[in-house]
Structures are given as structure tokens and as C-alpha cells.
């Protein structure tokens, strides 16, 4: 009886790991895609020269204002403690920065032909339609909370205000009526609640009978009397300017520098993209890349091989025979 050999078992083959690409092979990469990528940065350098061209420079104004400490701060400090003085004077700071972004600053400023007649410059690219004149109220308000950026210093309650414009007199002007118009309004309502409590106070004077209460009512009414003088005073009510507007020597946009670094090494990248991207497609399709046809084309040249053929005379015999040992010899 035959005895089957004995089958060895198969041994599995273990599976293919991928390889990690490393940094030669990136390298090489770069390098044979090396067109695609300077063709990048071709295009990236014209659409940043394009762009530097065609924008219009824009100028940073700013102003550092702070919380104002009235005379009726001193007057409240005076009478209670410091801490009431400081946190009036932060409500009113609070209201000056909720107030110069409302409707009722932009409806003032819309009346100054100086701020409309700015406000129509307004222009990123030259000779582009892009400058839209804010028409109402609600227009110049949103243009307002856009443009003008509150940022805060440190941990302290000064604020900077800056604002971008083509023309530095302007952006310094639009800043410092704006300062003035909100602290305006402000003390304006301040100024018409003090009148309504006079008003109310002295009708309720005259009817009061009762010596105490009238007392009472007298030394309210004189200290609404002191407070209508204090508002009236012209000086910064809620917001007090540390640093008033300046215009930037220099215009802030477009930020040339960065504009070519940045367009110029996006463009690279994308370049390169298409180089892998285009490798890649040939790869799918089982057709030669990029890299295969290269080397291809490199062995279809003819190699340089020494000649075959010699003249056998220095004459004027410009037979050409095959070299050989025997020619050699002869």
C-alpha cells in the first residue's frame, strides 16, 4: 500500500505592511514635481503683484479712552466711599461702549457732511464700486460695529479704539466724533433725568405741609441742583480720552509682505498637488506617471558607445569599414 508523501503544510504569508513615506522619498517628491511647483509660484507672485496693484491703502486710527471720574464721582466719593465713586464711573463707561454702536450716534453723525463725504472714499480697490454710503441710521450702525474695533489693554479698563480708512485725517476725524457724539448723548439724558426729579421735587415742595418732610425734599432738590451743574460742565462725562486720535504713519492694508508669502507658498502647494494628484490618477488607471515616463524617455536615447569604425587612411578616402582585429593589424 502507497504511502502518500508527506504534504507540508503551508505557511501563511504574512501581510504587507505599508511602508511609511520618509523624508527622502519626500525630497525626491519635491524634486521631480519640481515644475509644477515653480509654475505655483509664478502664478502666486502675479496674483500678489495683482492684488498689491489694485488695493487701496488703508490707514489705522486710534484713540485709548478710559472710565471719566466726573465731579459728581469726586462729589460721591466725597460724601461715601471710594468704591460707589469707581463703580459709577464703570456704569458709565459700560454705557458709553453699549451706546457709540447704537442707532442714535449713527442718526447724529448721518446730519455731518464731513463723516458723509468720508464715508463715500471708503474703498478697498481702486476704481471698484465696493464703497457703499451707509443711507440710514441702521446702515451706519452695523458699518460702526464692523469697522471700528474696541480692544481691551491688559487687565486695566483702558480701551483702544481703531478704525481703518484710505484717508488718515478722516479715520482720526470719524474716531473723534464718535467719542464726542456718544459722551454728548449721555450726558444729555443724564441732564434731562436731573431736570424731571427738579421738576417733580419743587411741585412736591409746595404741597408738602410737614416741616421735616420739606426738609427732607430741600436737601434732595439741592443736590439734583448740584448734579445739573456738574453735567453741564464741558468735559468728558462717561468716557475720558487718555490718548486722543492719531493716524498711522504707514498704511496697515494689504500688509504687502505678507500678502507675497502668502500667495506665493499657497500657489506652491497647489502646484504640487497636481503633481501628486496627477501621479496619483496615473497610477489608478495603470498608466505611466510622471516619474516612469521620465525614465523611459531617458532609456529611449542612444547610449554613447565608442566608435565602431576608424579611417584607415589620413587621405582623402572617406570609406568608413568596421574595426577590427585584422584592420588592426593591417
Known sequence: MKKHPHKQKQTPKPPQTHIEPTLGDLLRELWLGR?????????GILCATLLSALATPHYKAQMIIAPARPLQAEQTAAVTKESDARSEAQNLFTRFEATYKGPSVAAILLRDPDILDGLQKDSWFLKSSDAKTPQTAAELSDY????VQNTPIGETPLRTLS????DPAFAGLFLRRLHDV???????AVRYNVNERIAYLQEALG???NPDNKRALTDLLLEQERLKMLVSIDQPYAAALIEPPAASARPLWPDYTLVFITFTLSAAM????LFWIRNTMA????????????LQKRKKRPARKIRDWVKLDSGNNNDKK?????????
Open 322 to 330: 568596421p574595426f577590427s582585429a585584422s584592420n588592426a593589424a593591417e
Open 283 to 294: 497610477l489608478t488607471m495603470q498608466t505611466p506617471n510622471i516619474t516612469e515616463r521620465r
Open 207 to 209: 404741597k408738602m405741609p
Open 270 to 273: 497647489l502646484g504640487f498637488a
Open 163 to 166: 478704525y481703518l480708512h484710505p
Open 35 to 43: 515644475r509644477y511647483i515653480l509654475i505655483g509660484l509664478l502664478f
Open 144 to 147: 460702526i460695529n464692523e469697522r
Open 182 to 188: 456718544t459722551d454728548g448723548l449721555i450726558r444729555h
